[in-house]
Every structure is written in C-alpha cells, then in structure tokens.
C-alpha cells in the first residue's frame, strides 16, 4: 500500500511555499509594481463658503433661504390655423314632422330552434284503476 501524504497548515501569518512567487526583478521594496500606476489623491473638498444668517428676533418672521429665481417665461409656439370641423346638423324642421329614424346598430335579435329537445323521463303512464290497482284504502 502506497502511503498517503497530508498537506501540513503552513505557520500562520506565512503563505504556504508552494504559493509564494518569486520576487520580480524590477521590483524595488517601497514603490509601487512598475506595471500597475499609482492612484491619483482623493480631490479635495473645499465647499463655497457662504454667510449663515444669525436668527431673526423673536415674533418676527424667518427669511426665506432659498428666494424665488427669476425665470423668464417660455415661448408660446404659434397655434397653426386648423379649421374646427362642426358637426352635420340637419336643418330645423316643422315641429310636427318626425325626423327619419337613424339606421340600428345592434344585431339583430336570436330566436330560438324550432327543434323540441325530448323530454327527461319518458312519460308515466298509469295503470287501470288508478296507482293502486283499484284497491281502497
């Protein structure tokens, strides 16, 4: 039987050696890869400095701090010349004369079949003497 080595933990802190790689020979301790450049400085944030308004007096009322822009209104565009169409009205009638009647738009009704469906249970038909052969009760 052939002995089965098991990989040992490498020292913690340490990279096993099979996983170190060699040491390039451009590289120079305390610079940066010569292939990967240096990230620029984060820009600095200066903010536009702006005078705040100490609080008005009591009873009186508070500045506005954002005071309305004047904005110039914007151009209408030419409405273009488009003749309204107007609806055909018939011309006026004598009262007593009945405008004809417009034209049905509605689908004309269904009638039934004139085929009778048999009924469910076949007819009884009742004996001579009634239900109860003739017996009273």
Do not use: C
């Amino acid at each position: 039987m052939h002995e089965v080595k098991l990989a040992q933990d490498p020292p913690p802190g340490r990279a096993p050696p099979e996983f170190t790689p060699p040491p390039s020979p451009s590289y120079r301790p305390g610079t940066a890869h010569p292939e990967i450049p240096k990230a620029p400085p984060p820009p600095t944030f200066n903010p536009i400095p702006q005078e705040v308004p100490s609080d008005p007096p009591p009873g009186s009322p508070r500045p506005n701090p954002w005071p309305d822009i004047p904005r110039p209104p914007l151009p209408s565009p030419p409405m273009p010349d488009i003749p309204i169409p107007k609806p055909d009205v018939p011309p006026p009638q004598h009262p007593d004369v009945v405008p004809p009647r417009p034209p049905s738009i509605d689908p004309p009704p269904i009638t039934p079949p004139d085929i009778v469906p048999p009924p469910w249970f076949p007819p009884k038909i009742t004996p001579p003497g009634g239900p109860f052969g003739g017996l009273v009760l």
